[in-house]
Structures are given as C-alpha cells and as structure tokens.
Nanobody, 115 residues
Framework: QVQLVESGGGLVQPGGSLRLSCAAS????????MSWYRQAPGKKRELVAL????????SYADSVKGRFTISRDDAKNTLYLQMNSLKPEDTAVYYC????????WGQGTQVTVSS
C-alpha cells in the first residue's frame, strides 16, 4: 500500500523560504515519477515540479522556475521541494504524488505566503 506523507508547510512572509518533505512508504521513490502539485482555493490542481525515475531529470511549471527545486533522497525514500522567494500567489495546498501505471497522492500540506 502506497503512503505519502507531506510535511513542512506553514505561514511565511513574501520573499521567504520553505522546504516541503514527502516521506514515502510502500514504494521506492527512485522507481516512480515523483511530483509536487498544488491547489489554490477556487482553482484547479496544477503540476509544480516533477523528477523522473531513470535519470532524475527535473521539470518545473513556468511560474516557479528559478525559485523552486525538487529533489529526492533515495536513502531516506523521501521527496523534497525547496521553495525560495515565495510570493503570495504561491499560497496553496501542496500535494506529493507518485506515478507508475497509476497515480497516488498524499494528504497535502498548506503553504500560506502573507505579510
């Protein structure tokens, strides 16, 4: 059974940083395409960043390029999202996702960027 548990969300001022973590069990993150999505109130869930299985290549939404970094620690079986230069429009619930044949989701963690 796949279990993804996000942590690290919270309230931060504009320009600040947060690091989200996603601890996985029931899967090996290095063998899945792992990604971060977010959903703001009244908006559709959108892909923020992903990291591929074989070569670890990453890709990002245009809105976060240069500010966010996705990474994984295979020894800890954990996915991360380092978020820098945060903006109010980054406010959303952030979800960890694992994909191989089917998609699994975590429960989400709230990120609020506000002064």
């Amino acid at each position: 059974q796949v279990q993804l548990v996000e942590s690290g969300g919270g309230l931060v001022q504009p320009g600040g940083s947060l690091r989200l973590s996603c601890a996985a069990s029931g899967i090996t993150v290095s063998t899945y395409t792992m990604s971060w999505y977010r959903q703001a109130p009244g908006k559709k869930r959108e892909l923020v960043a992903l990291i591929r299985t074989n070569d670890g290549a990453t890709s990002y939404a245009d809105s976060v390029k240069g500010r966010f970094t996705i990474s994984r620690d295979d020894a800890k079986n954990t996915l991360y999202l380092q978020m820098n230069s945060l903006k109010p429009e980054d406010t959303a619930v952030y979800y960890c996702s694992a994909f191989r044949f089917r998609r699994s989701w975590g429960q989400g963690t709230q990120v609020t960027v506000s002064s």
